[in-house]
């Protein structure tokens, strides 16, 4: 528990609890501990064999009913000289009604005595909890099957004694509550052994008739003995069975009968059975005032609503009448008419500044001006594009002779026609395999067949000579031999046999592109890779010829070695046949200069002679 709780907050809750469940109970014991103080009021402990429960009777429950002879709290006339107070004494056996309560400064719970009776009444109590245990477990107290009471009904039956008090005060606060509302009486005893019947014969009668809405049981108060008539089971029993709601008032607020559990509803005395079936006509006058008044609100706003709905039909049947049809749609046709007209005009004025604009454009486009600037435009033109033309036809002639020329340097067939042989190995199918570059790749008894420009000899290797002294040895793939830059530079002999000092074909001995003829540099710079420029033959002619002649056709030794690096300027790529990558392939590749082989190779003169 989160809070902590003081003694007084405590002994407050222990109040409220014990008040609540205990509001009114009876209590039977035998008197002890009797005082009388002198401010009138009685403590006495009411005890048993068990326990023992503390009592205060306070001055103002004692005594009740002394002047006129009938207890204000049960209704039940009293005897003269029947004093309960003034005849307590210690060792009594009494009936005590109250309610439990907390006395805070002692901290003790005690009952407050209402009323106080002798205990010859004690076995009724125990025969009345006897009976409410059993209509109980019946169900005849369930609020499930109790009906709901009408309010302010209109015709109510009475079952209830016609000479008690306590129809008098019903009958006198219906007179004045309610609307009005029409009452049988249906007398029945209330009192005494013959009451149980006749309460239930009435209430039976009045279900037959049909006649009420609701029927109101009531009757004085009295003693626990006088009321025992609506503590029956026949009595009970008639109410559960009514199918009109039963109301109760029997005896006084303290007063519980088994009626009243079984009631629809209950009143704690017949003057409140009045006051709960009907309200003051005071409230019905101020309800109704409000009924009135919201009714008032309610016609004056409704009345309002059909105003602005009246109004608006008006407007749409003015706005729909055929007269303001007419009108509207005459005076559409004014402003279309307007509109169309001014419209017109308005592009009658526009097509006609366009026209005249179109007319000052054409005569600025096609006039004699425009027509003479025109020609002299095409002229200029005309004059250009010939020239043009010229210049790209003698671009493509100049290019087609170079490409002609660079095509028959790579004929593999005009070596041959010079006094060169193609030697290839044949296979042992008899046909000519690869070709023969080294005497190393032969051994004797290997047939060859040697290709002229005229035809093919066949050969019998009978011996393997050894490689000549004078050649050069093979070298790897993009390397220059050491003879190479002689020849090219002209320094040295040229590697082939009976062949003067001569520069690789397509470059000038001793000759820089600075030396040249303007013509013959311009002719080498636009000449494709690899082809002698038309004009360089006459600036060849004091060159001492090679003994390779044949464009791209070198020694095999050398022809795999050279590089495009090798030379630079005018002169690259004049090696015909030698690829970028210093490698000679193609059928060029066979065709031998001086060949270690022992092939012939041509002479100065041209005519073939044998290697030694």
């Known amino acids: 528990m989160s ?19 205990f509001a009114f109970i009876w209590v039977r014991g035998q008197v002890t501990n009797l005082a009388r103080p002198s401010s009138g009021h009685i403590y006495f402990t009411l005890s048993d064999a068990d326990a023992s429960l503390a009592v205060v009777w306070f001055k103002g429950g004692q005594g009740r009913g002394g002047k006129t002879g009938v207890d204000p709290l049960t209704g039940e006339v009293l005897e003269p000289g029947r004093d309960v107070a003034a005849s307590l004494a210690d060792g009594q056996e009494v009936l005590v009604a109250g309610r439990i309560s907390v006395y805070a400064p002692r901290g003790n719970y005690q009952l407050i005595a209402e009323l106080v009776q002798q205990s010859g009444v004690s076995d009724l109590a125990l025969a009345f909890e006897a009976l409410k245990r059993k209509l109980a477990d019946q169900g005849l ?19 209830t004694s016609p000479q008690g008090a306590a129809v008098r005060d019903f009958l006198r606060l219906a007179a004045t509550r309610g609307t009005g509302a029409q009452l049988r009486i249906h007398p029945a005893l209330v009192q005494g052994e013959a009451a149980p019947a006749q309460i239930a014969a009435a209430l039976d009668a009045v279900n037959k008739q049909g006649w009420a809405e609701v029927i109101a049981l009531v009757r004085g108060g009295g003693s626990l003995e006088d009321l025992w008539a609506f503590n029956t089971e026949v009595v009970a029993e008639a109410m559960a069975r009514s199918s009109i709601p039963v109301v109760t008032g029997v005896g006084h607020e303290p007063d519980v009968t088994i009626a009243d559990y079984v009631a629809d509803r209950r009143f704690s005395t017949p003057s409140a059975v009045a006051t709960g079936l009907w309200p003051l006509r005071a409230d019905l006058m101020q309800t109704v ?19 602005r709905g009246l109004a608006e039909l008006a407007r749409g049947l003015a706005w729909l009448s055929p007269a303001r049809r007419l009108e509207r749609l005459e005076q559409g046709w004014r402003d279309i008419s307007r509109r169309l007209l001014t419209g017109g005009e308005r592009l009658l004025a526009d097509r006609r500044a366009k026209a005249a604009q179109a007319g000052r454009d054409l005569l600025r486009a096609f006039g004699p001006q425009a027509v003479a600037a025109r020609e002299a435009q095409a002229l200029a033109l005309s004059e250009r594009l010939g020239l043009a033309l010229n210049l790209r036809l003698a671009e493509a002639s100049r290019r087609s002779e170079l490409l002609a020329v660079r095509l028959a340097g790579l004929d593999p067939e005009a070596p041959l026609g010079r006094g060169y042989s193609l030697v290839r190995l044949v296979n042992k199918k008899g046909q000519p395999g690869r070709l023969l570059r080294s005497v190393r790749d032969v051994a004797p008894g290997d047939r060859l067949a040697v290709r002229t420009g005229d035809g093919e000899i066949p050969a019998i290797v009978a011996a393997r000579p050894d490689a000549p002294r004078n050649a050069v040895p093979d070298a790897p793939p993009g390397a220059v031999p050491d003879a190479v830059p002689d020849a090219i530079s002209g320094a040295t002999p040229c590697p082939m046999p009976g062949a003067m000092p001569c520069a690789a074909r397509g470059a000038l001995p001793h000759a820089t592109p600075e030396a040249l003829p303007p013509s013959t540099r311009a002719a080498s710079r636009d000449a494709v890779p690899g082809v002698i420029p038309e004009t360089m033959p006459g600036a060849m002619s004091s060159a001492t010829p090679c003994a390779a002649q044949g464009a791209g056709h070198v020694s095999s030794a050398s022809a795999g070695s050279l590089s495009a690096s090798s030379v630079d300027g005018p002169s690259a790529g004049s090696l015909d046949g030698a690829s970028p990558a210093g490698s000679v392939d193609g059928p060029s590749a066979g065709i031998v200069g001086a060949s270690p082989a022992g092939i012939a190779a041509p002479r100065g003169d041209g005519t073939p002679q044998e290697q030694p």
């Open 289 to 307: 005032d409000g009924l009135e008044a919201d009714l008032r609100r309610a016609f004056a706003a409704g009345m309002e609503r059909r105003e």
């Open 3 to 21: 809070h902590i709780l003081t003694v007084a907050e405590l002994t407050r809750a222990l109040t409220d609890v014990l008040e609540a469940e």
């Open 141 to 159: 107290f369930d609020e499930a099957r109790k009906m709901r009471v009408p309010s302010n009904p209109a015709r109510v039956a009475v079952v």
